[in-house]
């Protein structure tokens, strides 16, 4: 059976395909530390209601807490040490101060996310679709599409 659209979704972290049939909805996940995974939605066990849901971006959050700890970590060890060699975990705490930093600057445009969200007729799960590294109009262009096969398919 021929797709009827796909979409795709890039985040540091996760690469989401999402292939449209006329009864579903495949979606493939690539993520970067835990591999591929495929998953299958009914689109007959989804409402056609659009919900939109902005959520903070983990990893930046993540990030933020790193950054300002290992900051923290390295002062205390700096005023310990009255100016002298910091040794292991100066370096240690500087290390991962700069790595974080980078991480913040890298996540800062993705501080939120919107995502589209069809909730299912019953039970749990449902249809998530993000606003990550596409332009908005190819983004509505897509959810539109499912919203509307959505209410062409039979309840499931």
């Known amino acids: 059976m021929e797709p009827i659209a796909t979409y795709s979704e890039r985040l540091p972290e996760v690469r989401r395909i999402f292939t449209l049939y006329p009864d579903r909805v495949v979606v493939e996940a690539r993520w ?10 009914l689109l007959g066990a989804l409402k056609p209601e ?15 807490w790193a950054f300002a700890l290992s900051l923290l970590g390295f002062a205390a060890l700096f005023y310990q040490s009255k100016s002298a060699a910091l040794g292991g975990l100066g370096i240690l705490s500087v290390a991962v101060a700069v790595a974080s930093g ?3 600057m890298l996540t800062y445009p993705i501080r939120r996310i919107v995502f589209a969200r069809f909730d299912p007729r019953a039970g749990r799960g449902g249809l ?3 606003f990550a590294g596409n332009d908005a ?3 509505e ?3 539109e599409q499912v919203r509307r096969q ?7």
């Open 50 to 64: 659009v919900r939109r849901i902005a959520v903070r971006y983990r990893l930046h959050r993540y990030a933020g």
């Open 102 to 104: 980078a991480v913040l």
């Open 32 to 41: 970067l530390w835990r591999g591929r995974f495929q998953t299958t939605v």
């Open 141 to 143: 262009a897509f959810v």
């Open 137 to 139: 109009a190819t983004f």
């Open 150 to 156: 959505i209410t062409r398919c039979p309840r499931a």
């Open 128 to 130: 998530d679709i993000g």
